[in-house]
């Protein structure tokens, strides 16, 4: 008998195979008492668990010194040596031996007392000693979890992830190839592990209740991206069935696969921008490059957030320039660091803030911690050579930070000259409108930016006062919500006005619908995952600006969120948005 449960779908598609439940955080670690007769054991597993630790360390460090340059690939050998410290090892096994506990909750003691007794010496140096220290004792617990990424995935089928909550550091098992689908207990839609999820075109259904306690270990289930549903052990009939939708799934992409070429651009002549958002040099491969019309957004912190330590100057020049040359004459928006909030930084301690998304976090960071900044404004001029490259602020809240940024940008280009370097002449500074004061100071601010692109992920969620992140607030985010498009006419009113592109980069651009609303507010371009791009451009071939207008100016006009959906609705209906005429 198959099983179906609910949830919240945050990515569409459908998947059928096993399952694998993850368990990330250091928080997850169990712990549970060992008998005496397997004491000897439990300490042979810590060995082996240190030595496939020490294996990983040798891989990395011969990647990044291959990639990086030996220098960059100091810090593995440096973790190596944590390791091969007889005292720290001694002490895990002591713990194990006579409190009889399990390996993991010893060497999870190890860790937080590494971690708290560095801390505690308040330096910022001792911070970041601290992770380097208590780092090598992390990958030892992932080998005694079995949850290291390589382990999980290699050599398997593909299979579909489970997680009690969907995390950037669930995200980081994502692979196209490898996982079919992800499922979890909790998460929002506009964190950011869905919009990961959705970037990747990987189905996601997230609060699944009670989700991790009714699977089983290799369990075969069906996701169903577009109803938010799991069914758990299918049936011959459900797998029948599944087959028939999975079809039809393909045949309407292969169709609208055949405009993913052209240009967007409406009945009567109006084109539109569509650009795709990645996270890294390997997105590169999952699109054509002739099916955008540039990069949008670039969320350069994922570069940051995948590795042990801050990306040097040097590495990050080399995949901004790689990125630029790759995409060509075509505009490349590389936004700087990102962090904060749900974006953290396993090496960059950051203090526990009671209110993180009004925090520390975006554009502060930078601006509080300048050498961060400087490090990436070089590498990124440093790379503006190599093609068409655009520099995006986020979390900007007034102009003051623009100044600031400003300021930075021209003492760097200097030093660069001087020092020998080529940077491009002209390397155009835009800010993200996500905060309701850089849009009510707009008419200001726009003067001394060259372009704005609105990041509605967190603009709707600074509007409605809504956390993306907490699902017990997730049905109230509402990108629909008729204050928020209120603002977005605002926005591309004001830019137009003052005769600077103006984009929409948060995920709501990737309906074509609401595409086709933002154009007719006055957008010159959206930016959304790559796969997007074909049902956006068949959209907006569909209808004229005159239609886009209307439709922009009714919506604008709503009073509450139900009216704005069934606007977009009756318009997608009418004007045959998703190609449902195509097929027959
Ligand atoms: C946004 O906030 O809409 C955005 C594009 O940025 P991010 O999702 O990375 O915060
Ligand atoms: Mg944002």
Redesign the pocket.
């Known amino acids: 008998m198959s099983k179906m449960i609910r949830g919240t779908s945050v990515s569409t598609g459908l998947a059928m195979g096993a399952v694998h439940v993850v368990t990330t955080g250091v928080d997850a670690v169990p712990v549970f008492t060992v008998a005496p007769s397997m004491l000897q054991a439990e300490v042979d597993r810590l060995g082996e668990a240190v030595d496939l630790a020490m294996a990983e360390l040798d891989r990395r460090h011969k990647v990044v010194a291959t990639q990086a340059g030996s220098k960059e690939a100091e810090i593995f050998i440096v973790q190596k040596l944590v390791l091969q410290d007889p005292g720290a090892l001694k002490e895990v096994e002591a713990k194990i031996l006579v409190e009889r506990v399990n390996a993991e909750s010893a060497v999870k003691a190890l860790i937080d007392r590494l971690t708290e007794t560095l801390n505690g010496l308040g330096e910022a140096g001792s911070r970041g000693f601290a992770a380097d220290v208590a780092e090598p004792w992390k990958r030892v617990l992932d080998a005694l979890l079995n949850r290291n990424r390589e382990t999980i995935l290699s050599g398997r089928e593909p299979i579909i992830i489970a997680a009690a909550e969907l995390t950037p550091r669930v995200v980081a098992y994502l692979s196209r190839e490898l996982v079919l689908a992800v499922v979890t207990e909790i998460g929002g839609r506009?964190s950011?592990g869905a919009?990961l999820a959705r970037a990747m075109g990987i189905p996601c259904v997230v609060g699944v209740p009670d989700l991790l306690a009714r699977l089983e270990k290799g369990m075969t289930v069906i996701v169903d991206g577009d109803r938010g549903k799991l069914l758990l052990t299918p049936t011959d009939e459900d797998k029948a069935e599944f087959q028939k939708r999975l079809e039809l799934h393909d045949q309407r992409a292969a169709l609208l696969a055949g405009f993913a070429h052209g240009v967007a651009e409406t009945k009567d002549g109006f084109k539109l921008l569509v650009k795709a958002?990645i996270e890294g040099l390997r997105d590169l491969d999952t699109f054509e490059i002739g099916t955008t019309d540039g990069v949008g957004?670039f969320?350069t912190?994922f570069l940051y957030m995948e590795r042990d330590q801050f990306p040097s100057e040097e590495e990050q020049f080399r995949i901004y320039r790689q990125v630029l040359e790759r995409m060509g004459d075509k505009p490349v928006t590389m936004?700087t660091l990102?962090i904060g909030a749900d974006?953290t930084l396993p090496y960059f301690k950051t203090p526990k803030e009671p209110n993180p998304a009004l925090g520390w976090r975006?554009l502060r960071i930078s601006l509080g911690w300048r050498d961060l900044l400087r490090v990436q404004l070089r590498a990124l001029l440093r790379a503006s050579v190599a093609g068409n490259l655009r520099v995006l602020l986020?979390?900007v809240t007034s102009l003051e930070e623009i100044r600031e940024v400003h300021k930075e940008f021209d003492v760097l280009r200097k030093d660069l000259i001087a020092q020998g370097y080529e940077v491009a002449d002209n390397v155009p500074v835009g800010a993200?409108i996500?905060v309701p004061s850089s849009f009510l100071t707009l008419k200001h601010l726009i003067k001394e930016v060259d372009f704005i692109?609105?990041?509605?992920?967190?603009?709707?969620?600074y509007l409605l006062a809504v956390d993306?992140d907490n699902p017990w607030v997730s049905k109230l985010f509402e990108s629909y919500h008729p204050g928020v498009l209120v603002a977005l006419e605002y926005i591309a009113r004001i830019s137009r006005e003052a005769g600077k592109p103006c984009g929409?980069?948060?995920?709501?651009a990737g309906d074509p619908a609401t595409a086709i609303m933002l154009m007719g507010f006055g957008f010159d371009s959206i930016?959304a995952a790559a796969h997007f791009a074909p049902e956006i451009k068949y959209a907006v071939r569909s209808v004229t600006m005159n239609d886009a207008r209307e439709l922009a100016k009714v919506l604008a006009d709503q009073a509450i969120v139900a009216n704005v959906r069934k606007g977009l609705e009756e318009f997608a209906e009418r004007f045959d948005l998703r190609g449902d005429a195509l097929r027959v």
Do not use: I
């Open positions: 506009f950011h919009v958002n957004l969320r912190e936004r990102d974006k975006g986020p979390m993200m996500e692109s609105v990041g509605t992920n967190d603009l709707v969620q993306r929409v980069c948060g995920d709501m930016s």
